[in-house]
């Protein structure tokens, strides 16, 4: 089964908002097994609608459309079915009851007459209901397509495809199962792991498939399995995975999408109960927010000092102003100062510091532009090594925040042996 995603709305096309409606949609049909080959996005003009349908018309058996389903004149989508499907507009009653209610309840307002005309919908349409919004969705089939629209707010949006739009789905229509399983990886890159397990790629089943999902300082390795048996699906993920552990286990940190690399540190830090602080000077903060975005990092972080100006190494962390002058703020002994310091003000187990040239010019430093130094301090050693990131800035920062973990993690598990 071939679905298609249809976002309308000016305001997507013009950089205005980020359509996320489309991922989660993607997401949602996947687990049941229903295969996306397209997505678009189109103005909110009739005609241009009008030509989507037509070109989805029998080359897929389902069409989502989110968006254009508002109470305005600027939102089309509900005539554009009309005329598609050749229909008319029909008040319908419970719908117009429903609007009426979520008035009431809970905004404690009379529902004016341009909400209640948010019933109005296509004669022949089947209602998939709307419990947060008055714009209900709407499914209607023409010959081989079933087309599916629904309001473009996302948390309408996902209430109607997950308690409605999946379950009819479901109930009506025969799926393979479509598995997937994600491996992580840290520390290499895509083209030195594909030279790793390439003789084992060559020998995965028709069955599965192998993706690189390449990213600053990791690579994930998403295996899919189509089938009509889960079973043996499910058999076939596991011994493969088993086998790929064996060639590449030494940088594999995890084998779900949640297990990110600050998830996998969390954890590894809770059960030896050990804590982190970190001095961050070229990566500005984003170390100590992504691993304080886990929940439950308050049991093992302690905090952070954005040393991003000269000055506040030396006044907060208190290195030494002749120290920073002979040896460059950009060095590795300020790295190796500003994890100690931060270690020891924080009172932390562990720290990280960072300090680097992150461009794009090279500004009062001799250092090439993407040097990066990184420390990790704990009790037992300092320890602090040189990278060159290269550039645009955002690759050098990002690529030190995920080296930063990644070193402490091994640092950390190297004390524990």
């Known amino acids: 089964m071939k679905a298609a995603i249809l976002t309308i709305g000016d305001e997507i096309l013009i950089g205005q908002i980020v359509d996320t409606n489309s991922s989660f949609i993607a997401n949602s049909l996947d687990k049941i097994g229903i295969e996306v080959c397209e997505m678009q996005s189109i103005a909110d003009d009739k005609q241009a609608i009008l030509e989507a349908f037509a070109r989805f018309q029998n080359r897929v058996d389902l069409v989502l459309i989110t968006g254009g389903l508002g109470p305005t004149k600027d939102d089309i989508t509900k005539h554009t079915f009309c005329d598609y499907f050749g229909d008319q507009l029909l008040r319908n009653v419970a719908v117009e009851q429903h609007v009426i209610d979520l008035f009431h309840v809970k905004l404690k307002l009379e529902a004016t007459q341009v909400n209640k005309d948010q019933a109005l919908v296509p004669s022949r349409c089947e209602i998939l209901h709307n419990a947060y919004g008055t714009a209900p969705g709407m499914w209607m089939k023409k010959e081989q397509t079933v087309f599916v629209s629904m309001p473009g707010v996302p948390y309408e949006m996902k209430a109607i495809v997950t308690d409605q739009l999946v379950p009819k789905l479901v109930r009506e229509y025969q799926r393979p199962f479509i598995i997937h399983q994600t ?85 590894l830090m809770q059960k030896q109960k050990v804590s982190l602080a970190t001095a961050e000077s070229c990566t500005g903060g984003k170390i100590s927010q992504l ?127």
């Open 183 to 267: 491996i992580l990886t840290y520390g290499q890159g895509e083209s030195r792991i594909a030279e790793r397990i390439e003789d084992w790629e060559t020998n995965l089943p028709s069955f599965i498939k192998l993706a690189y999902l390449p990213s600053p300082g990791r690579v994930r390795l998403r295996l899919s399995a189509r089938g009509t048996d889960k079973a043996m699906l499910e058999a076939a993920l596991q011994d493969n995975i088993a086998q790929l552990d064996l060639l590449i286990g030494d940088i594999i940190v995890g084998f779900e999408e949640t297990d990110t690399i600050e998830v996998v540190l969390g954890r």
């Open 291 to 417: 691993v304080s975005s886990v929940p439950g990092a308050s049991a093992y972080f302690k905090g952070s000092v954005v040393s991003y100006a000269t000055a506040v190494k030396e006044d907060v962390l208190g290195l030494d102003p002749q120290l920073i002058a002979s040896q460059g703020v950009v060095s590795a002994t300020v790295a190796v100062q500003m994890a100690e310091q931060v270690r020891q003000l924080l009172k932390s187990d562990y720290a990280i510091a960072t300090t680097g040239n992150a461009g794009p010019s090279l500004g009062d430093e001799s250092v090439p532009l993407g040097t990066v130094f990184i420390a990790i301090a704990s009790a037992q050693e300092t320890v602090v090594q040189e990278f060159s990131f290269g550039q645009p800035r955002e690759k050098v920062i990002d690529r030190a925040v995920i080296k930063s973990l990644e070193l402490l993690q091994k640092e950390i598990l190297k004390n524990l042996v």
